[in-house]
């Protein structure tokens, strides 16, 4: 998530925007305080809601845990997984090293 001023808005609007279409949230700060978060606009946004959307977007950037999540959405930590599913959001993310590393430990 990226953070942006109010006057970096005068200068920075495409960089905002562009970030917008590749589903990247941003906050917009005064003084140091948030003032609003630019949401994308896309399908959770469309079919979910603000609330929603939001929820998915911060857990996918990693912002903020399933449970977390779930609380936000309105929904419980089973149907915020679905719901993750449907937009195909991973819920376990694992690297190549620990994946490595379990299948050592498994075999």
Same mark, same amino acid.
């Given at each position: ?9 005068? !200068?920075?609007?495409?960089? #905002?925007? &562009?970030? $917008?279409?590749?589903?990247?949230? @941003? /906050? ?32 996918? !950037?990693?912002?903020?845990? #399933?449970? &977390?999540? $779930?609380?936000?959405?309105?929904? @419980? /930590? ?30």
């Amino acid at each position: 998530m990226e953070t942006f001023t109010v006057r970096d808005l005068r !200068e920075r609007t495409g960089e #905002l925007i &562009r970030g $917008a279409e590749a589903g990247k949230l @941003s /906050v917009v700060t005064k003084h140091g305080t948030p003032v609003f978060v630019a949401v994308p606009f896309d399908d959770a946004l469309l079919k979910e809601g603000v609330g929603v959307a939001l929820a998915i977007h911060l857990f996918d !950037e990693e912002r903020i845990s #399933l449970s &977390r999540a $779930a609380r936000m959405a309105g929904r @419980s /930590v089973r149907e915020m997984v679905d719901l993750l599913g449907r937009y195909g959001i991973p819920v376990i993310r694992t690297t190549a090293d620990e994946l490595e590393q379990e299948l050592a430990d498994f075999g």
